[in-house]
């Protein structure tokens, strides 16, 4: 049975934050647990666990593939436990890619676009400060361990705990990193509206979260290495400025290391809210319009599909013969 539980605070102050004050409340909380968890999974990865003694070096922490696997299921339940945190007050976009898509197709108001996106951003920063105060020594034990350019005593690997970087094998160019984002923020939409459309056979409301989670790891495990896997604005540059003002200097902002890369801090912003448009444009023109003409001409849908039907029963084929 369920209890209702008193407010902490009084009726009248809540009702400042029924409408888009609460909802952005809520982005900024499913925001802060979601880089909390992932760029904290990426600190255990990188510094904490070679760190601690518990793999083969200081600088190593796991061998081949596991390297990439540990951090992509921890990105995934990341997202599954933001969403379930603020999906009931905002519908837990977590995302500017997710907030400008649903303006663009799915009626979000636009009025609500930059409230949401600043929310998702200073949570994201949030996330960021709190992940290096619980990592701050394995932070500092990984940089002196490791040999290579350094930034004011800070290297590359430190700073991919915050932020992304393009592989190496680009050599500085932007355009593959940029198409990397792109597809890789289709996709997300692509799933998401999948998970979300009720026309479609349907997710239920507690294995959404779930699902979408799932769906992010699966795009990390396929296309995770170009780019560093972010797409998501906020979730890339909240941790990069945090860490721009901590001390990584031009590795944050604005994303240079000479003789590698430079000025890529807008590669995961740009990418992640062009792709985010194309994904829903694609979702509706191959899916959403034909559930959409099939729910007004009243079709059933296909063999196989899980949506259930409203028909009325025959009644002469469940009357006993003989």
């Not at 200081?58 to 061998?63: C, R």
């Not at 907030?99 to 949401?116: E, Q």
């Not at 105060?133 to 991919?160: C, E, N, R």
């Not at 849908?301 to 084929?317: N, Q």
């Amino acid at each position: 049975m369920a209890v209702e539980i008193p407010p902490l605070v009084s009726p009248a102050r809540i009702r400042r934050r029924e409408g888009l004050l609460g909802e952005c409340l809520a982005e900024f909380l499913g925001m802060f647990v979601l880089v909390s968890f992932g760029c904290g999974v990426a600190a255990m990865a990188v510094a904490a666990l070679p760190g601690s003694g518990r793999t083969a070096g200081a600088t190593t922490s796991f061998v081949g593939a596991g390297d990439w696997v540990m951090p992509v299921l921890g990105w995934g339940l990341a997202v599954t436990f933001g969403v379930y945190v603020a999906g009931g007050v905002s519908g837990a976009h977590l995302n500017p890619a997710v907030t400008l898509a649903f303006a663009v197709r799915r009626r979000f108001s636009w009025a609500k676009v930059v409230p949401y996106m600043f929310a998702q951003l200073v949570g994201a920063f949030a996330g960021g400060v709190l992940v290096y105060a619980v990592y701050h020594d394995a932070i500092s034990a990984l940089d002196q361990a490791m040999k290579g350019p350094k930034t004011d005593g800070h290297t590359l690997a430190s700073f991919s705990i915050f932020g992304t970087v393009p592989a190496p094998y680009f050599h500085g160019s932007m355009w593959g990193p940029l198409v990397d984002q792109i597809v890789g923020a289709a996709f997300m939409l692509i799933f998401i509206m999948a998970v979300i459309d009720l026309r479609n056979p349907a997710v239920r409301v507690y294995l959404g979260p779930v699902v979408i989670g799932l769906a992010v790891a699966a795009i990390g495990l396929s296309f995770g290495a170009n780019a560093g896997y972010a797409i998501n604005p906020a979730r890339d540059l909240g941790p990069r400025l945090f860490a721009w003002a901590m001390g990584w200097g031009q590795l944050a902002l604005p994303g240079s290391q000479p003789g590698a890369f430079s000025d890529y801090f807008w590669v995961p912003i740009v990418g992640p809210l062009v792709g985010g448009v194309i994904g829903v444009l694609v979702y509706d023109l191959f899916i959403g319009d034909v559930l959409y003409i099939r729910t007004r001409m009243a079709k059933p849908p296909e063999v196989g599909c899980t949506r259930p039907v409203t028909t009325t029963p025959d009644k002469s084929a469940l009357t006993p013969r003989g």
